[in-house]
């Protein structure tokens, strides 16, 4: 998870320093036609540009989630689980250091934001809200599929009815009609002389 993390913001802050350096401020740069493009701006509010006007309130929630994420990586034994929270508390540490340290203050920074894809969305966004939209999507697929913190798999319905039923008590000996009906044990006053308890001969 440490790993996932250290190259999200590593790769976020990276690419950011780029943008900063290169592209123009408030100017659209075509990468592959009206599908994407490079624009360059700063953004005071959530990912994607949502709520401009609460970038405080953001810095302490991303405060928050970092922290949740360092206590939760605890209970970690999924690699899949581990990929996941990495890219996550990558994504939330890029844009909180953007909120930390970029102008106009500290906990006030503006998120730098540079892609833009019209044809999906009106906002533009950066590499940290990429990975983050990513590790919601892979959570809810590990939910789907059951997958567990410690990499085991949760028993659909259907597999914890049949599991229920093999571990019933007396399942094994009704599962059979024939065995059903037959003693577990020699009867001791059963004749033995070859014949059953009837009196019919065994051969």
């Known amino acids: 998870m440490a790993f996932a993390a250290v ?3 590593a790769l976020d802050q990276g690419v950011k320093a780029l943008v ?3 592209l123009p401020y408030g100017t659209v740069v075509p ?3 009206s599908a994407l493009q490079f624009l360059y701006v700063r953004n005071p509010g959530a990912a994607f540009s949502f709520a401009v006007n609460m970038t405080w309130v953001f810095s302490i929630v991303s405060t928050a989630v970092v922290v949740a994420i360092i206590v939760f990586a605890r209970r970690i034994r ?6 996941v929270l990495g890219m996550l508390l990558g994504g939330a540490l890029g844009n909180l250091l953007d909120r930390l340290f ?3 203050g500290f906990g006030r920074g503006h998120v730098v934001d540079f892609i833009s894809t019209p044809w999906m ?3 533009i966004y950066n590499v940290a809200d990429s990975f983050i939209c990513v590790s919601m999507v892979i959570f809810v697929l590990l939910v789907i599929f059951g997958v567990n913190l410690d990499g085991s798999r949760a ?6 009815r049949a599991a229920d039923a093999a571990g019933a008590p007396g399942d094994a000996s009704v599962a059979d009609g024939h065995r059903a009906s037959r003693p577990l044990m020699d009867d001791p006053r059963a004749p033995r002389d070859g014949r059953d308890s009837l009196g019919h001969d065994a051969t």
């Open 7 to 9: 190259v999200v913001v």
């Open 20 to 22: 900063v350096a290169n």
């Open 31 to 33: 990468v592959l036609g």
């Open 78 to 83: 999924s690699m899949w689980w581990a990929l």
């Open 102 to 104: 970029r102008e106009p």
């Open 121 to 123: 969305m009106p906002a």
């Open 155 to 160: 028993l659909s319905a259907k597999q914890q």
